[in-house]
């Protein structure tokens, strides 16, 4: 079952889109008990069945099956989902299949190549998507309207959901550039880096005032007033006012009261429009680096024994290392923070550090990690056949270790697709639903961080290798 | 009686022997001195395990020692390079090492996670250096002061550095006596399961098997090797043996100069003169001859000296069992895990959180560990009580220094060992920021997980 509420409640007067519309009876942000609409679906893109807000919850563990505890795939049906109860947990009846063909042994190399053309259909999606948005932001730049800007907040979301899938495939040119094949391709498409976006809001009105975005050099300064955290803050944002103080000289100056509504919204719409453009590229950027047609980095990834992976292992080194973003990226960050959890946040409670500010779409985003987590975890293909790093942890008799991450996976997605109301704000109404939400992450992650790391051997680079003995 | 013995001792100690020894080893340590440091440098270790980290776990009674400032950090690395240089050339010699010794033992002071088996037996080797005439003989010291060289030492050095090799390889045995390593093949059937890319050998590690007999193997390698080295007919094929083992070891696993070292080394075995008979095996007879000056101070090693070497032996003998103190597994509790040669017998990793409270604010936090640590120390830091420990007297300091007044630092530390399911590692009910750091049996660590480690089966290359 998906998270409820996705953009429940933005904090602009402009019109509702369907999505708010179908989250929420009221302005603002009342808890949102009803289902999102098949308005809402996501195209997951090739490779994957559509994963949608309607989708039905995770399948219950397979104990019997040779892949375990694999997530059945998600039917593509256009039927809403007709209730909110969660799936029941537990073992599932196993439907006897005569006539299977025993599945090849596991290889690491299988493994690899699953992963690679994982990627590169993942990276392909997002460029897909990505695109979308720079057309929608480019009509509604040459046109400003209510209804334009509706469109590109759904371009956005639709965009952003995909891309919190990829957040779990940050190694290759994704991922930075100290680690194997890395670019730091994934901070120029989103910058959100364990900092709520509104740290960097009044960046981003300084460069509406100024009309900086508008500047050839755009493109290659400041990431935090770039990529789509600014584009969120753009699109969902419709207030007059600033969060620049009067020390600004946007403010000191006056730049920023002789803004009109009407010039605000213009320049929000082009600034969206150059960012949107920036991010497409990014995207074709990211794409082209993995793709055989391009800088090939599927290739490197695919066939170690090169300058980047010396061999299978250092590859899969570098995938487990990804899946610890949802250790510290998060738990500790996305969930942590608002939970008070850290002493950064110096009150009861952050809701203002959750990660969607504007567009109030964490639930949503979260849930996406977590399917970006099990697409490493059990496979991305959405079948049963899909390897994923659970038949690694078979192959190596981790059976019972599989089974348990999966369950733990599993009641990490229930736990935060039934929450409701969304994260926003269950926080302020019942912060015990968030605080399950982060224990149920932390049930993945503490096995992660033990018994899966050990049991297949990996060393993860940003551990720095240094000498043992 | 035992005045016979001693006597005994004394005249073996003082027997002179050929020197070439000392100083074909003093060249090698030399040599691989300087490569270690320089690979620090190389590697970019000098920032990554002394410069980037904000907090260091300091060993009990050295909290004092802090990192030097950056620039002065990688200064010391060079200057170690020189240093070594220096103690291989024989040049300024005790200088030159006790210099080295001193920087490299502060080195090992600043950070606990950093320690190695092979640095600490560097340092032991090295201070037993000091204290010998390995200068005497090709070495610059010589060359300039004529007067100091010999051609012969007293025994007892020669015993004392086998000695020191061979309790290395004795208590790398005894720790392989348990049922994980004997039985189960563990850890080394984890680490072998990642290695089948591993071209030829590689193969070989998913047959059934495999891993037990190469535990087998490693255990009746590190059990024998002493004994055989020492027979004269065993010797030639016991190095041999030697040398094939510590390079699959460091084809391996990332154990850096350890392997050279302990190939360097096991040369104390042979005889004395082994470097003369190997220079003239090159043709280099003239500078394998003896020198017709031999100075009566090289073989110096009275009683005093013995007396001393005996102190050390013994401490060397009971550092490593000081476990027996202990109730538990020393490989889970870690009280009298350094300095024991427990080399590579077991593999921890660990899902640490901080749960910190402040009574008087009535707030609560969680805190993970990669606050305060770089990733590697944070992984040293999980499977390690005394530096969990630590870190919740860092964080109830750090916070008191926040402003949020006095706190209290429980843990919540699950661990997976030798490949186990996850454990609690330390009782997450004692506030660890009110417990005392010290060499004593430690209560809030819970008992090691009793079931046996998984098999683990590895999986051929594709």
Redesign the interface.
């Known amino acids: 079952m998906p998270p409820s509420g996705a953009a429940s409640a933005p904090n602009t007067p402009i019109a509702r889109s369907p999505l708010q519309a179908s989250a929420t009876p009221s302005e603002e942000s009342e808890p949102s008990p009803s289902p999102a609409s098949p308005d809402e679906r996501i195209d997951a893109g090739p490779g994957r069945p559509s994963t949608t807000p309607t989708e039905p919850d995770v399948a219950p563990t397979d104990a019997g099956s040779d892949h375990p505890s694999r997530p059945e795939p998600a039917p593509n049906t256009d039927e809403p989902e007709p209730s909110l109860e969660p799936e029941p947990m537990g073992p599932a009846p196993v439907e006897p299949e005569p006539n299977v063909p025993t599945p090849p042994a596991f290889t690491k190399q299988a493994l690899i190549d699953e992963i690679g053309a994982c990627s590169l259909a993942l990276f392909d999606t997002f460029r897909g998507e990505a695109a979308a948005l720079a057309e929608a932001a480019s009509a509604n730049a040459e046109a400003p309207s209510p209804d334009g800007q509706l469109v590109v907040q759904e371009r956005w979301l639709s965009a952003m959901l995909v891309w919190q899938r990829a957040e779990l495939f940050r190694f290759g040119p994704a991922a930075m550039t100290t680690d194997p094949g890395g670019r730091g391709l994934r901070d120029h498409i989103y910058a959100w880096n364990r900092n709520p976006p509104g740290n960097n809001r009044c960046r981003i009105e300084q460069a509406i005032a100024g009309q900086g975005y508008a500047e050839p050099g755009f493109a290659d300064g400041l990431v935090v007033v770039r990529t789509l955290a600014a584009l969120e803050f753009l699109t969902f944002y419709g207030g007059t006012d600033t969060a620049c103080t009067a020390f600004d000289d946007i403010v000191a100056q006056g730049t920023w009261a002789a803004l009109g509504e009407a010039e605000l919204m213009a320049r929000r719409a082009d600034y969206a429009h150059v960012a949107a453009t920036d991010v497409a590229r990014r995207a074709e950027d990211l794409y082209r680096a993995w793709s055989p047609d391009g800088d090939d980095f599927l290739g490197t990834f695919t066939s170690p024994g090169n300058g980047t992976f010396v061999d299978e292992q250092s590859v899969l080194d570098a995938v487990g290392s990804a899946f610890f973003y949802l250790d510290k990226d998060v738990k500790d960050f996305k969930v942590g923070m608002p939970l008070a959890l850290v002493p950064e946040c110096p009150k009861a409670s952050c809701p203002e550090a959750f990660e969607s500010q504007y567009a109030r779409a964490s639930t949503l985003l979260l849930y996406e990690n977590l399917n970006g987590f099990e697409e490493l975890f059990a496979g991305c293909g959405g079948s049963a056949d899909a390897l994923g790093f659970d038949d690694w942890l078979v192959a190596v008799g981790g059976e019972d270790l599989a089974l348990r991450m999966q369950a733990a996976l599993d009641e990490a997605q229930r736990v935060v697709a039934t929450l409701d109301p969304p994260l926003e704000d269950a926080l302020l109404t019942d912060p015990s639903k968030v605080s399950a939400v982060h224990q149920a992450i932390k049930g993945v992650t503490d096995l992660l961080k033990t018994e899966f790391v050990t049991l297949l051997d990996l060393e993860l680079p940003s551990s720095v290798a240094t000498d043992n003995d | 009686m035992l005045r016979a013995a001693w006597l005994r001792l004394v005249e073996r100690a003082r027997r002179p022997c050929d020197i070439a020894w000392l100083a074909a080893f003093r060249i090698l340590y030399g040599l691989s001195m300087a490569t270690s440091a320089e ?1 620090f440098i190389h ?1 970019d ?1 000098v920032d ?2 002394f410069v980037e980290p904000k907090f260091h776990f300091k060993y009990f009674g050295f909290h004092w020692v802090e990192p030097l400032e950056p620039r002065w950090m990688h200064a010391l690395f060079w200057v170690l390079i020189l240093l070594g240089l220096c103690v291989a050339a024989g040049f300024l010699f005790r200088w030159a090492l006790g210099l080295f010794l001193l920087g490299f033992l502060y080195l090992q002071l600043v950070d606990v996670t ?1 320690y ?3 640095y600490y037996l560097a340092t032991l080797l090295g201070a037993l250096l000091w204290f010998s005439p390995a200068h005497r003989i090709w070495s610059v010291d010589a060359w300039l002061a004529p007067l100091i060289r010999t051609s012969v030492v007293a025994t007892g050095f020669h015993d004392l550095f086998r000695f020191q090799l061979a309790i290395v390889y004795t208590f790398a045995a005894l720790a392989k006596l348990s049922s994980d390593w004997l039985i189960h093949a563990q850890p080394l059937s ?2 072998l ?3 089948t ?2 071209p030829v050998l590689g193969a070989t590690f998913s047959w059934p098997g495999v891993p037990l007999l190469m535990s087998w193997c490693g255990f009746l390698f590190d059990a024998s090797i002493p004994w055989l080295l020492l027979y004269r007919r065993t010797r030639p094929a016991a190095y041999a043996v030697l040398i094939l083992f510590h390079l699959l070891t460091s084809v391996l ?6 392997p050279w070292i302990m190939i360097g080394s096991a040369l104390l075995f042979f005889p004395p003169d082994w470097p003369r008979r190997m220079l003239r095996a090159f043709g280099l007879d003239r500078v394998a001859e003896p020198m017709s000056l031999a100075s009566s101070t090289g073989t110096a090693f009275g009683p005093l000296a013995l007396a001393a070497a005996l102190v050390y032996a013994t401490v060397q003998l009971a550092v490593p069992l000081r476990f027996l103190a202990y109730d538990g597994d020393v490989r889970w509790h870690e009280q009298g895990m350094r300095f024991s040669w427990r ?2 017998v077991r ?5 640490v ?1 901080f749960l910190v409270s402040s009574p008087s604010l009535g ?6 560990p ?2 305060y640590l ?3 120390q ?2 040293e830091m ?1 499977g390690q009580p005394d530096l969990i420990l630590q870190l919740a007297w860092h964080i109830r300091r750090d ?1 008191l220094a ?1 402003g ?1 007044g006095d706190v209290e630092v429980r843990v919540e530390a ?3 060992f ?5 454990a609690p590692l330390v009782d997450p009910s004692v506030d660890l920021s009110r417990v005392p750091d010290g060499i004593g049996a430690a209560p809030w660590i819970l008992p090691a997980p009793t079931t046996d480690p ?9």
């Open positions: 690979r590697n270790w990554r395990l950093t190695l088996n092979h984890i680490w399961a990642s290695r890319d591993l696993f990332p154990i850096g100069m350890f080399v590579m593999e921890k990793n660990g899902s959180t707030r609560h936090w969680q805190l993970s990669s606050r770089t990733p590697l944070e992984r999980a916070f926040r949020f699950l661990v997976s030798n490949g186990r399911r996850l998984p098999r683990v089966k590895p999986i051929g290359k594709g």
